[in-house]
């Protein structure tokens, strides 16, 4: 394969890992927020809320702690590692090929 072919392929994975990073980071930026109880009237919490909520809409409610922080961190933490898990996964097979 031609070097042409296989820089696409990186600058390809390294996107795709960049947006895992990113979603991972809303969702962690989220918890932290929530963690320090942060104003949700300010619009930069909103925005991460929202961002977040969209993001975690697969693993929402998943767990059933019973204190609110728990099931925050457990819900949002597990599909922040989920997206760099898979996003880091897909990012190196498109490197190596």
Known sequence: MSPRYRNGANQAGTVIAVVAD????????????????????NGLV???HDAASWLAGW????????EAWARVVADYGLAAVVYLFVG??????????
Do not use: C, E, K, P
């Open 22 to 41: 990113v979603m991972a980071l809303i969702l962690g930026l989220w918890i932290l927020m929530y963690l320090l109880d942060a104003n949700r009237a």
């Open 46 to 48: 909103r925005f991460v």
């Open 59 to 66: 693993s929402h409610d998943l767990f059933t702690f019973d």
């Open 88 to 97: 880091h996964a897909i990012a190196n097979r498109m490197q190596r090929h």
